[in-house]
């Protein structure tokens, strides 16, 4: 169900009253949300709380139950072909064909995604994401690590606006999440939109302009940076979120 | 619109590329057909002299069941690392994933035709040049192609992904596989074009009809 | 919930009532028995209207397949399964009551007629439906995915009897009756199939209702409990 009402302010992402079920669970139960263009938010909250389902409904791969969703001030119902050209989805999963290497796997995207100066976008991003020695090599025979880092490439391949990072570092060993981190700095650029969920609060902190922690399918807290208390953290999150990690 | 015709095409070269690596597809689904030839011209005890009638049967239950294992691919390789949500990222409709995934699926089931049809005619001692016959397999892998994709993208979705597939394909491709069997029978036997005429009709029908009802479908099945 | 709740309000269930009574007592008691196949023969009576309720039974599946899939309300789809349901049961019926019927008279149990193997088929595409439903991972899922086969399956069942009848040309086939329908057998088989066409409305309502029921109150409990 949508609004039908165009949001009145020209924000990035815009969501009202927004709620997701799957049968009789209840991922998400009423999210009211603005980002702003060029802002990074980052989502904290345990497992469960619905942190993938807000991303997916957000990046278009799953329906709201009810509520409207607005990214670049289309509705998301409205032109999906038009609103997907401008957003991407960086997951835990890569997407990728490990039967094709880096290079093709790019250029399947980049086609599919109209890429112009193909290329040498795909030059570009390979380099940014320091994998040239790899580049006519199967995914299936790269590390992790450096799959993430292709992924990465393939999510900016298109040079979305708005950039969707699904807990992008799980799975990956500490040297590997080092280096990704140093990415996800770099992709905030530009006027880009970030959206990032994850585990590490720590991570998270550095990287976001505004933090929300999410628990039980709701927004239980909301904070620019500069007002957090870096230190103390840890249990502001345990506190509104009533559990350990 | 040009712009989807690529887009299909490149969703078809790449399910070729990684075919063409791998060979996971026709491999497995040309050993599994032939398999199927042997067990059932052992099961019709061939030595009898029944080869004519049984045999264009044969073909096609081999070729049918062949197609579920094939199918069951298709859209099984897209959700390892979550591909198909890489797929449904992508600003194209979703009518043209199902004719990339469709180019893909017809052209390996094609491939194992090839390769098993001159087996099945050396082992039923059949003449191997055989254009018509060419052309009853063409349209028919069409029709599998058409309903085996679209019920494969369904199937993955679901608990029983393996049971599901056969249990939804083989009803629906009843009317293609009766037609292809009485149109392969004249082609065996020297007959004329007039005897299998109406069934080439058939089997025409049936591909046109379900590749526009499945092109309606398709995003019904692969989207929320 | 727009499905009528009450059935006694529109005298949907007395109609049915009588209409079976009455179908009953002409079938055993007023209609003559047949001259050449004798009392055997009386199972016509049901297979025919039971056969044509299993195909009335696909079309509202497929019609309210389309509905759900337009509107996505559950009720639509609430409907489309009942009357899958009712239509597997009906099938299954005709299945049965084809081979009782051809044993005695025709000395086979079955014959692959147009008429018989696409009853077959029918079965198989609605069991199929209801498999769907049964191994999807969510409701809505099930409900998506089950009426995209009751739309494709539809298509395919006079495709089907098309193929099959053509097959069939070109071996003889079992003639029903010489003569045709006097007029006793003729008013019976009406009140028979409007029997039965009332007894699977009923059947559906009811078990449509129930659907809608049961997924309302799926949703309050996961509601207070949430």
């Given amino acids: ?245 | 619109m040009n712009k989807s015709f690529v887009k299909v095409l490149t969703v078809f070269r790449k399910d070729i590329l990684a075919e063409l690596r791998t060979r996971e597809i026709v491999v497995s689904v040309l050993v599994f057909a032939l398999l199927v030839l042997v067990i059932f011209s052992f099961a019709f005890d061939m030595g009898a002299g029944m080869g004519e009638t049984v045999a264009p049967g044969i073909l096609w239950v081999a070729l049918t069941f062949g197609g579920v294992i094939g199918f069951n691919r298709i859209f099984a390789m897209e959700k390892e690392n979550s591909r198909l949500e890489g797929l449904m990222l992508c600003p194209v409709d979703r009518a043209v994933i199902y004719w990339g995934k469709l180019a893909g699926s017809f052209t390996f089931m094609l491939a194992v035709a090839v390769i098993i049809t001159p087996v099945f005619l050396v082992l039923f001692n059949l003449p191997l040049l055989l254009p018509r016959l060419a052309l009853v397999i063409v349209l028919t892998v069409i029709g599998f192609a058409a309903v085996g994709t679209l019920f494969s993208a369904l199937a993955i979705n679901t608990r029983a992904r393996d049971i599901m597939l056969p249990i939804l394909f083989l009803p629906i491709v009843v009317p293609v596989i009766v037609a292809a069997v009485k149109a392969t029978a004249p082609v065996l036997a020297g007959a004329p074009w007039a005897d299998m005429l109406t069934w080439l009709q058939v089997i025409i029908a049936f591909d046109i009809i379900y590749l526009v009802v499945a092109t309606l479908v398709f995003e019904f099945v692969i989207e929320e | 919930m727009n499905i009528k709740r009450s059935l006694r309000n529109n005298g949907l269930l007395e109609l049915g009532f009588v209409l079976m009574i009455a179908a009953l007592y002409m079938v055993f008691l007023y209609v003559p028995t047949e001259k050449h196949t004798g009392i055997v023969q009386r199972i016509f009576y049901f297979h025919v209207p039971v056969a044509w309720v299993s195909f009335l039974a696909f079309f509202v599946t497929f019609i309210f397949s389309i509905l759900y899939l337009s509107k996505r309300e559950m009720k639509w789809d609430a409907i489309a399964c009942a009357s899958a349901e009712a239509g597997v049961i009906f099938t299954t019926l005709v299945l049965i009551t084809g081979p009782i019927w051809g044993k005695p008279v025709w000395g086979i149990w079955w014959t692959w007629d147009a008429r018989l193997t696409t009853s077959l088929v029918l079965w198989l595409i609605y069991v199929a439906y209801l498999l769907v439903r049964g191994f999807a991972t969510e409701p809505a899922r099930g409900a998506r995915f089950s009426a995209v086969v009751g739309i494709v399956g539809f298509i395919d069942v006079p495709l089907v009897f098309l193929t099959v009848n053509l097959w069939r040309t070109q071996h003889p086939t079992t003639i029903i009756f010489e003569g045709g329908l006097t007029t006793p057998m003729l008013v019976t088989l009406l009140v028979c199939i409007a029997a039965f066409t009332v007894l699977y409305v009923l059947l559906t309502i009811q078990s449509a209702n129930l659907k809608s029921l049961d997924t309302a109150l799926k949703r309050l409990k996961s509601m207070h409990t949430g």
């Fill in chain 1, 1 to 245: 169900m949508n609004d039908g009402v165009l949001a009145p302010v020209p924000c990035a992402i815009e969501i009202r009253g927004l709620t997701k079920s799957f049968g009789e669970h209840h991922a998400l139960r009423g999210i009211d949300l603005q980002v702003s263009k060029g802002e990074c938010l980052v989502i904290f909250g345990p497992n469960g709380a619905g942190k993938t389902t807000l991303v997916k409904i957000m990046s278009t791969l799953v329906k709201p139950s009810s509520g409207g969703v607005w990214l670049d001030g289309m509705h998301i119902r409205d032109k999906p072909a038009q609103i997907r050209r401008k957003i991407s989805l960086v997951s835990h999963e890569t997407f990728l064909y490990d039967d094709l290497t880096v290079y093709e796997n790019l250029k399947f995207y980049g086609k599919m995604y109209d890429v112009a100066d193909l290329e040498q976008k795909i030059h570009d991003v390979i380099s940014w994401v320091q994998l040239e020695s790899r580049r006519y090599d199967r995914i299936g025979t790269l590390s992790r690590g450096q799959q993430q880092r292709v992924s990465i490439a393939r999510g900016v391949l298109h040079n979305p606006s708005i950039l969707f990072l699904d807990e992008p570092e799980v799975g990956l060993d500490p040297h590997a999440s080092t280096v990704i981190r140093d990415m996800l700095g770099g992709l905030n650029t530009g006027g880009r939109t970030v959206v990032m969920t994850t585990h590490n609060l720590e991570r998270g902190l550095e990287l976001g302009d505004r933090i929300i922690i999410l628990d039980r399918g709701r927004i239980v807290y909301q904070a620019a940076k500069h007002k957090i208390d870096k230190a103390n953290f840890q249990q502001v999150y345990d506190q509104y979120t009533g559990t350990g990690m």
